[in-house]
């Protein structure tokens, strides 16, 4: 059974066998909890550290302190949903520890040797132009999400980025479902004036027309007259 395929077994497992099976060191098992939370516990991380190398420190010690006190997890809440506590207090903590005296949050305190599973890459593949443009607007819509206020952003994260129901996202961030809405309400009206004044710029540069397809145009052209 090749590697690939025992991940896959251990994902499709019931949770507690995966926990136990994690808890008994089984590779499989720690890889399929890894790439099951990379991306969820990435972003929530980034979203309060605006960072991406601190977010990627914080994702692999949520990983080391979950692997090492999977004793304390009791199931109460599901694995992904402690996970993410984890990730979020110790995001915090890094906020608190370069800003003495500021409180980020009134998230709950969470009690609590693995290598983390790189994050995959975008293709750049297909349209030199096209792929320079996605990736202008996708940097215009992070900056904007950056620029949220702290608790608007990480229900945002939580909510649209992630997916997570209302209920879950009041669980994982302390508050009452009422407020989840309203944040997210809110958080949706700034993006869209965030971007909205920034993508004008980008936009003048859309639908481009040079590099390869211009060169390619052109040489069919050419090659029709006989040229």
């Known amino acids: 059974m090749t590697a690939t395929h025992r991940t896959a077994t251990a994902a499709a497992a019931p949770e507690a066998d995966l926990v136990?099976?994690?808890?008994?060191?089984?590779?499989?098992?720690?890889?399929?909890?890894?790439?099951?939370?990379?991306?969820?516990?990435?972003?929530?991380a980034r979203g309060i550290l605006r960072n991406d190398s601190e977010a990627e420190d914080?994702?692999?010690?949520?990983?080391?302190?979950a692997f090492t006190h999977l004793d304390g997890f009791r199931g109460e809440s599901g694995l992904s949903t402690w996970l993410s506590r984890i990730?979020?207090?110790?995001?915090l903590g890094r906020v608190r520890s370069r800003k003495p005296g500021t409180g980020s949050s009134t998230l709950p305190e969470t009690a609590l040797d693995a290598e983390i599973i790189p994050f995959p890459?975008?293709?750049?593949?297909?349209?030199?132009?096209?792929s320079m443009a996605?990736?202008?607007?996708?940097?215009?819509?992070?900056?904007a999400i950056d620029e949220l206020p702290?608790?608007?952003?990480?229900?945002?994260?939580?909510?649209?980025m992630e997916g997570m129901s209302?209920?879950?996202?009041?669980?994982?961030?302390?508050?009452?479902?009422?407020?989840?809405?309203?944040?997210?309400?809110?958080?949706?009206?700034?993006?869209?004036?965030?971007?909205?004044?920034?993508i004008g710029p980008v936009m003048l540069d859309a639908f481009p027309f040079?590099?390869?397809?211009?060169?390619?145009?052109?040489?069919?052209?050419?090659?029709?007259?006989?040229m």
């Open 210 to 226: 040079a590099g390869r397809r211009c060169e390619h145009l052109t040489e069919a052209v050419l090659k029709r007259l006989g």
């Open 87 to 91: 990730a979020i207090n110790e995001a």
């Open 58 to 65: 914080v994702v692999q010690e949520t990983y080391v302190r």
């Open 150 to 160: 702290e608790v608007f952003r990480m229900a945002f994260i939580a909510r649209v």
């Open 20 to 44: 136990r099976r994690a808890q008994a060191r089984e590779e499989a098992a720690l890889r399929a909890i890894m790439q099951a939370n990379n991306r969820r516990l990435y972003r929530l």
């Open 134 to 143: 996605q990736r202008e607007i996708q940097r215009v819509v992070e900056h």
């Open 166 to 198: 209302v209920e879950e996202t009041a669980a994982l961030l302390g508050i009452k479902p009422e407020t989840v809405k309203t944040r997210l309400h809110r958080a949706r009206a700034m993006l869209r004036e965030n971007v909205e004044k920034k």
């Open 121 to 130: 890459l975008s293709s750049a593949a297909g349209d030199p132009e096209r």
